[in-house]
């Protein structure tokens, strides 16, 4: 059974920086892709970040150049950089894991309870 646990949320003043981080335990398959989502008040759950199998990284165009994921396959962890935080950022944000085997098509998905990031001053 794979679980996701997430840390680093917080209260942060804009222009500030935090880092989240995810740690996910259990068994996954041979194909893995993580991320990170969010979700603010009143809005759909939109992907912040998500770094594939073999490390290619895509990020929402309102993060470029802002935040950078980045992933431990020893340690089985993804992590968030979110550096010259806005107001906008404020949200829940979530991790999330997809993993198939390599001859499966089928992607098993999972959540992270999700950890609340609060930019304001």
């Known amino acids: 059974h794979v679980q996701l646990a997430e840390s680093g949320g917080g209260l942060v003043q804009p222009g500030g920086s935090l880092r989240l981080s995810c740690e996910v335990s259990?068994?996954?398959?041979?194909?893995?892709?993580m991320g990170w989502y969010r979700q603010a008040p009143g809005k759909q759950r939109e992907l912040v970040a998500e770094?594939?199998?073999?490390?290619?990284?895509s990020y929402a165009d309102s993060v470029k150049g802002r935040f950078t994921i980045s992933r431990d396959n020893v340690k089985n962890t993804v992590d968030l950089q979110m550096n010259n935080l806005r107001p906008e950022d404020t949200a829940v944000y979530y991790c999330?894991?997809?993993?198939?085997?390599?001859?499966?098509?089928?992607?098993?998905?999972?959540w992270g309870q999700g950890t609340q990031v609060t930019v304001s001053s």
């Open positions: 770094i594939t199998n073999d490390e290619t990284t």
């Open positions: 259990g068994r996954l398959f041979s194909i893995t892709n």
């Open positions: 999330n894991v997809k993993t198939r085997g390599r001859f499966n098509n089928y992607w098993n998905e999972y």
